[in-house]
């Protein structure tokens, strides 16, 4: 088995759920304690990607961060590659299908939160930002875990934006589902079986530690 | 400028279209002040003004001659610089921290941790509950729960003292000793304390005075054997 696009998946979707975490809850959170102009417009924006098909979110991708685009050139003229066609592309790809569920794990967990103690934490003294760190982030941390590993097994796996956005490049941005697709397409199946294993049973293993955090949770 | 000393509070509060669900004058000096009212009087309304949780309409909130808030000109000091102590009727101790914890919560960051471990620990001994400094909320009994509220409350060396009904879930006996507890140390540090009870035995035995509430308003205020026992007064 070829082990090399498992490891790019591996890089690409760290990476992205990284990203997909850090954004995910700051936007959860605002989501969840402030209310402001268009916070329905910017929920609906945040989930579209796990309801768009695939090739809708890349095309957007494409015209937003292409290399005719203002945000590409920028890019480009700055690093000197471009996002799309790269690896970069793949982690922007592998980071849109994280982000809904980090960010809607991250909302109802902050949510669950009683605002009370936010208050009363505010009282004794904290900032906001010690608030939200030290009371809101620890009490919250279950749900956002749940949502990042979650998000983590759908970077892991994403096909239809990797493919419009980084395309299929053997060694660069061929990932782990791609390299089965190509597999599966040139007949050679076993090279695909190896790769399908170990995808399936992270998925397994994913859903079964959330269903368990989420257990946890229930019974703090 | 001369100013009394205490808190000095005069705000309203809109409710939706007309009228004012709180329209309050009261001053506090150091010691213990009772609010006391029916619920849905606004006594707990009042608190959240004072400590900054909610933003009065027009009025001002000073304390010590520094002000909290004014309508005009406009200022707000944010809740976190105000110093209240503020033991909420549902307690709001910090589920994931051990009593210790929550204590040294409320002290502030400046203190060096061994002080500050300290100072927490010899507020819970004061409130009878050193027994607990290592164990979580989850684990407390009500009465428990207020000892730990009322030793974080006092340990950040507060500037006002709020207490939105601390002793409802104690036994009398222990209700009792705290409620002189709560008096020795508010006297101790001198600051004003404001206590909502419906309790008419514990505003006897904890307040200096009594501001009497009814629909969002001032209805008397003065001696608590006065106003409470000669007038009838409102509550159980």
Redesign the interface.
């Known amino acids: 088995m070829d082990l090399e696009p498992l490891f790019l998946s591996l890089q690409v979707a760290t990476l992205a759920t990284l990203i997909a975490t850090i954004v995910g809850v700051a936007i959860g959170a605002l989501l969840a304690t402030r209310s402001f102009p268009g916070r329905d417009l910017l929920d609906v924006l945040l989930t579209a990607p796990m309801v768009l098909p695939p090739t809708v979110l890349g095309y957007y991708v494409l015209v937003a961060l292409g290399r005719r685009s203002a945000i590409g050139q920028a890019f480009e003229a700055i690093t000197g590659t471009s996002i799309v066609f790269t690896r970069t592309g793949a982690v922007v790809a592998a980071t849109l299908g994280a982000l809904p569920l980090v960010v809607k794990s991250a909302r109802a967990a902050i949510e669950a939160v ?1 605002p ?2 936010i ?10 930002l010690r608030a939200f760190f ?2 809101l982030l ?2 919250a941390s279950r749900g956002i875990l749940a949502g990042v590993m979650l998000g983590f097994a759908r970077a892991l796996g994403d096909f239809g934006v990797t493919l419009m956005v980084a395309g299929d490049i053997p060694g660069e941005t061929q990932t782990a589902s791609l390299a089965i697709y190509d597999a599966i397409q040139a007949r050679r199946d076993g090279d695909a079986a190896g790769m399908i294993a170990v995808l399936t049973a992270f998925a397994v293993v994913t859903l079964y530690a959330v269903g368990k955090l989420g257990e946890r949770r229930r019974a ?1 | 400028m001369p100013h009394e000393p205490g808190l000095d509070v005069d705000v309203r509060v809109a409710r939706g279209r007309g009228g004012f669900s709180l329209d309050a004058k009261i001053d506090a000096p150091p010691g213990v002040t009772i609010l006391f009212g029916p619920s849905g009087s606004g006594k707990s309304t009042l608190l959240a003004v004072i ?1 900054g ?1 909610v933003r009065p309409d027009t009025g001002h909130v000073r304390l010590e001659g520094t002000t909290w808030f004014s309508s005009s000109p406009r200022l707000d000091v ?3 610089e ?5 033991v ?1 009727q ?1 307690l ?1 101790l ?3 921290l051990t009593a210790q914890a929550n204590v040294e ?2 002290i ?2 400046s203190v060096p941790p061994l002080e500050r471990a300290a100072r927490a620990r010899a507020s819970l001994v004061r409130f009878h509950a050193e027994h607990l400094a290592a164990r979580r909320p989850a684990t407390f009994s009500g009465g428990e729960g207020q000892r730990v509220a009322l030793a ?1 409350a006092f340990a ?1 060396n507060p500037r006002l003292v709020l207490l939105d009904e601390p002793f409802s879930a104690m036994d009398r006996s222990l209700r009792g000793e705290l409620v002189e507890l709560v008096r020795t140390l508010a006297e101790g540090l001198r600051v004003p304390v404001i206590h909502v009870t419906h309790r008419r035995g514990e505003a006897l035995a904890l307040g200096d005075r009594v501001i009497l509430m009814r629909d969002g308003r001032v209805e008397a205020t003065g001696d608590p054997r006065e106003l409470l026992i000669e007038r009838g007064g409102v509550g159980r």
């Open positions: 009683d009370i103690l208050v009363a934490a505010r009282t004794l003294g904290a900032t906001p030290t009371i620890p009490l703090a | 400590a949780l944010a809740i976190h105000r110093r209240v102590a503020f909420f549902s709001a910090f589920p994931h919560y409320g502030e960051r974080r950040m």
